[in-house]
């Protein structure tokens, strides 16, 4: 512990109040400030439907979708499901080619998106909440 509060384990010059060298396992829950980024890779869902609505419970997750139809992916409004502003969803198209649709509940806008966009398998795009109600598809 240095006299400016920072603890280090496996280092004697702590840069944060918490600074680790090395591997973390934790065996209970680990809880972030809901505006914190954490910099690990997005964990993958495989999501075998053709629809699905966007729900905090997606939060630092890279959604997958298997089915080779159409997808319909929701994007809700802020009062709904409040994801932090600033916060990016990566999307892949795991299988098919068919349109992935971009719907949005009352209020919401998403930026460059003409609503259906053709993903091919193994295709990437993301959706990045910029304001409110406000998302850009990159």
């Known amino acids: 512990v240095l006299n400016s509060g ?9 840069a ?28 993958p869902v495989t ?15 890279r959604l997958r979708f298997s089915n080779v139809g159409a997808i ?25 080619a068919g349109a992935i649709t971009v719907a949005v509940a009352g209020g919401v806008t998403v930026n460059g998106s003409a609503g ?3 993903v091919p398998a193994g295709g990437d795009f993301a959706l990045h909440k910029i304001a409110t109600d406000t998302w850009d598809f990159i």
Request: aromatic share 6%; proline share 6%.
């Open 6 to 14: 920072n603890v280090g384990i496996g280092t004697t010059t702590p």
């Open 16 to 43: 944060e109040k918490l600074d680790v060298v090395g591997n973390i396992k934790a065996s209970g829950t680990v809880t972030l400030d809901s505006l914190a980024r954490p910099s690990w890779t997005y964990a």
């Open 47 to 61: 999501d075998t439907s053709t629809a699905r609505s966007l729900t905090l419970a997606d939060l630092w997750k």
């Open 72 to 96: 319909t992916i929701t994007v809700p409004a802020n009062s709904t499901e409040a994801f932090p502003i600033g916060y990016t969803i990566p999307i892949r198209r795991v299988a098919g």
């Open 116 to 118: 259906s966009t053709s």
